[in-house]
């Protein structure tokens, strides 16, 4: 049952993320990370021996555990991006707030 609703899920996501990209609410850049991880979910619903073989490579007791750690591991490196997309546009505003500042400066002085 759960591996349905596993399914389910993944295939709703990837169709949300879809439609997110096509209103132009989500950068292609960063849809393609969204997709690459709901099509990893719904292959491991669609074959949950998967996991299990990759569980026994790893000499990982429960499998679902090892799910959890890429999980983890995964949103993590993501959430590091994020931090450095955000620091660069923060500077970038500061950079363009200053000139704005500057140029109107310039246009006050010139009347």
């Known amino acids: 049952m759960i591996y349905i609703f596993s399914i389910i ?3 709703i996501f990837i ?3 879809l439609n997110l990209v096509r209103k132009n609410k989500l950068d292609e850049k960063y849809s393609i990370l969204w997709l690459f991880f ?3 979910i ?6 949950p021996s998967l996991i299990i073989k990759i569980a026994e490579i790893f000499n ?3 499998p679902p555990t090892l799910l959890l ?3 983890i591991l ?3 490196t993501y959430i590091v991006h994020i931090t450095i997309v955000i620091t ?8 363009l707030t200053q000139e704005l500042a500057i140029l109107n400066e310039k246009n006050v002085d010139k009347k």
Do not use: H, P, W
């Open 9 to 11: 899920f993944s295939t």
């Open 69 to 71: 750690l890429f999980a």
């Open 88 to 95: 660069k546009q923060n500077k970038m505003i500061i950079k």
């Open 74 to 76: 995964i949103l993590g």
């Open 42 to 47: 719904l292959i491991v619903s669609i074959f």
């Open 60 to 62: 990982v007791y429960y």
């Open 15 to 17: 169709l949300f993320i």
């Open 38 to 40: 709901a099509i990893i």
